[in-house]
């Protein structure tokens, strides 16, 4: 058997402050993570509010060719222009862009992944698809944008031939 010197030591372990170093270090990589992940959600999220809106375009197109215009918005009167359709309008509202479907263009149209928007107003963090169609100002179709907080139009919807019924 091998004498110790007194001047060596056993090792045992890793010591109180090592430990809350790899600790510290750890978290801090995790939270640089998440972070990061958040950020590539939300663009995912963008992604296919913009697919979504080249999907409910081609079907406008084609509801526009079968039934020679786009219903008026919901909200739409002779003595009031009205306000915006939105996808998340409450259940009690008719359903965004219903006569897509009650047209036999599609069996659901697609509403944004959030869909948590309450009215006109678009406080940070709120979102929805939305359009209007008055007779003598054509078609807006658009959504929010996440990254970074801005307001996107569908572009092209000015072309000659859109009527709003």
Known sequence: ???????????????????LVVISIISLLASIVLASLNSVRA????????SDMHTIYTMLV??????GGI????????TDAGGWDYSSQPAAAPSFMSFLVTGGITTQVPVDPVNNMTGDAVPVGTYAYKYYCYPGEGLA????????????FYPFLKEPGWNCL
């Not at 004498?3 to 090792?11: D, H, I």
């Not at 179709?141 to 996107?152: A, W």
């Open 141 to 152: 179709l658009g959504y929010v944008r996440e990254v970074p907080n801005t307001t996107i």
């Open 71 to 78: 219903p008026k918005t919901s909200t739409y009167s002779s």
């Open 62 to 67: 084609q509801y526009n060719d079968q039934y």
């Open 1 to 19: 058997m091998p004498l110790r010197s007194r001047y060596t030591k056993a090792f045992t372990g890793f010591t109180l402050i090592e430990l």
């Open 43 to 50: 663009k995912a999220r963008d992604a296919v509010r913009a």
